[in-house]
């Protein structure tokens, strides 16, 4: 079968039966047309023509075009999601790509803030934007919830129980959790709730001062104002309050597995990342004051 047929069943098959997310979907579909345009390029237009050394030959193109292990390693899992799509459906005899590995790489650690650089930048919100209400919430819900911004752009008002202290969260896989909010949060969504006015439990919790569905682009814009004005981190984007809220935990004592469970981790290895980051925090505070250091 032709290749780009068989990568748009693959991809319907995401879409329709996994029901994974439209942004994970758009993903798959860039990296399989990349590939799939380099396939045709060399005349290789069925997919079972294409053998082990075919796809190692195109991950060598990747790395001669610059891109890093990371990336290289992100394209490698969809063609091989791909392959295993097209051995199931008998659309091939082998699976060329069962035995090629990943780059090695070596995995960053996130950049986390200070809690005193979070209040500053909440601070600053309430001192210089027309409507604090509206940043505090996003900040305290990113931050107090540690949830990621496609998660809170969807949250409508019937995911905050107020009084049980917790919040639904719609997140990746289409899977539900549910988060503690802290006293503090609680007090921001009500004050934030009280200028919002009535609202049933399918509306928006929180919208734009335009009265707009908010949207990733947008709460990245007051994140990155706000975090600009008081930190000079190299990244200043939503998902640096979540980053910080994982690693605030389990420097206060918090067990791995609730992390995980807090975050949404499919798997406990994402989540240990952040016991990397603490270990690196102390290992800075020890070098910074003691005296045998």
């Given at each position: 079968?032709?290749?780009?047929?068989?990568?748009?069943?693959?991809?319907?098959e995401l879409?329709?039966?996994?029901?994974?997310?439209?942004?994970?979907?758009k993903?798959?579909?860039i990296?399989?047309?990349?590939?799939?345009a380099?396939?045709?390029?060399?005349?290789?237009?069925?997919i079972?023509?294409?053998?082990?050394k075919?796809?190692?030959?195109?991950?060598?193109?990747?790395?001669?075009?610059?891109?890093?292990?990371?990336?290289?390693?992100?394209k490698?899992?969809?063609?091989?999601s791909?392959?295993?799509?097209?051995?199931?459906?008998?659309?091939?005899d082998?699976?060329p790509?069962?035995?090629?590995?990943?780059?090695?790489?070596?995995?960053?650690?996130?950049?986390?803030?200070?809690?005193?650089?979070?209040?500053?930048?909440?601070?600053?919100?309430?001192?210089n934007?027309?409507?604090?209400?509206?940043?505090?919430?996003?900040?305290?819900?990113l931050?107090?919830?540690?949830?990621r911004?496609?998660?809170?752009?969807?949250l409508?008002?019937?995911?905050?129980?107020?009084?049980?202290?917790?919040?639904?969260?719609?997140?990746?896989g289409?899977?539900?959790?549910?988060?503690?909010?802290?006293?503090?949060?609680?007090?921001?969504?009500?004050?934030?709730?009280?200028?919002?006015?009535?609202?049933?439990?399918?509306?928006p919790?929180?919208?734009?001062?335009?009265?707009?569905?908010?949207?990733?682009?947008?709460?990245?814009?007051?994140?990155?104002?706000?975090?600009?004005?008081?930190?000079?981190?190299?990244?200043?984007?939503?998902?640096i309050?979540?980053?910080s809220?994982?690693?605030?935990?389990l420097?206060n004592?918090?067990?791995?597995?609730?992390?995980?469970?807090?975050?949404?981790?499919?798997?406990?290895?994402?989540?240990?990342?952040?016991?990397?980051?603490?270990?690196?925090?102390?290992?800075?505070?020890?070098?910074?004051?003691?005296?045998?250091?």
């Amino acid at each position: 079968m032709e290749i780009r047929k068989v990568s748009n069943k693959f991809l319907s098959e995401l879409e329709n039966i996994k029901r994974y997310s439209n942004n994970t979907i758009k993903s798959y579909g860039i990296d399989l047309e990349d590939f799939a345009a380099y396939c045709i390029n060399y005349n290789r237009f069925e997919i079972g023509s294409i053998n082990e050394k075919f796809i190692k030959s195109y991950l060598g193109e990747l790395s001669l075009q610059g891109l890093n292990k990371r990336s290289i390693s992100r394209k490698l899992a969809t063609i091989r999601s791909l392959f295993k799509y097209s051995f199931q459906h008998d659309f091939i005899d082998i699976n060329p790509s069962i035995t090629i590995h990943n780059p090695k790489t070596s995995r960053e650690l996130p950049e986390i803030l200070s809690t005193d650089t979070f209040l500053a930048a909440c601070k600053e919100a309430d001192l210089n934007d027309s409507n604090p209400e509206l940043v505090k919430i996003i900040f305290e819900l990113l931050y107090g919830c540690a949830i990621r911004v496609s998660e809170l752009c969807a949250l409508k008002r019937g995911d905050v129980d107020l009084s049980g202290q917790t919040l639904k969260v719609f997140g990746k896989g289409n899977k539900n959790r549910i988060v503690p909010i802290g006293n503090k949060s609680i007090e921001i969504i009500k004050n934030y709730l009280l200028k919002r006015g009535n609202l049933n439990g399918k509306e928006p919790l929180i919208i734009t001062s335009t009265g707009k569905e908010i949207y990733p682009r947008y709460v990245y814009r007051i994140i990155n104002k706000y975090l600009s004005a008081v930190s000079d981190i190299n990244k200043k984007s939503p998902h640096i309050l979540r980053h910080s809220a994982a690693t605030h935990m389990l420097d206060n004592g918090a067990d791995l597995r609730a992390v995980k469970e807090i975050l949404g981790h499919e798997n406990l290895s994402t989540t240990q990342i952040y016991t990397h980051v603490s270990i690196e925090r102390l290992k800075s505070t020890y070098k910074k004051s003691h005296p045998k250091s």
